[in-house]
């Protein structure tokens, strides 16, 4: 059974701010985009599970998420990729991440060495603007939870972004001998 035109109305407006996600997920274009295409084709696969009375936004990111970790599952089985060594290889391809999200390079970076379980409740709660409780339904985790994270997510990124994480001095600050 085909999806109602609605629905597919509604999912095509939703895939800017799927792909955004992605992106923010995997940091790189091709993948993202396997992602998104997973995504929708599962979205449509079980549409008629959809309930009306849902966002549409929210339930098509928890399938993108749940993708996301099934990847993640399959890739750890095959082999591991240094995010370091990842975004280098992209710098030296040209290729620049924070052009589809609009992010700084070094929000970026910082973000991409951010563990998953942090980042992926941070940029639900700041880039896709969704309220802790949407937050929490689409990765199957308490609200409680989903604060503490952002929280200790948000923390940790102003020290990656400061500095201070280096054990070095915090950018903007000297040291008085």
Known sequence: MAADDVFRQQLLGAIPRLRRYA???????????DLVQTTLERALAHWHQFDQRRDLLVWVLSIAH???????????????????????????????????VGLRLDLVHALSRLPPEQ????LLVSVEQLTYA????VLRIPVGTVMSRVSRA????????????????????????
């Open 119 to 122: 980042r992926e409740p941070l």
């Open 134 to 137: 949407e937050c929490a339904e």
């Open 154 to 177: 948000r923390t940790v990124l102003r020290q990656f972004l400061d500095g201070s994480d280096r054990g070095g001095t915090p950018r903007g600050l000297r040291r008085v001998v």
């Open 23 to 33: 992106r923010s997920l995997v940091f790189d274009g091709p993948a993202a985009d």
């Open 66 to 100: 749940n993708a996301h970790l099934d990847q993640r599952r399959r890739d750890a089985r095959l082999s591991v990729v240094d995010p370091e060594r990842a975004s280098a290889d992209q710098d030296a391809q040209g290729g620049d991440p924070g052009v589809d």
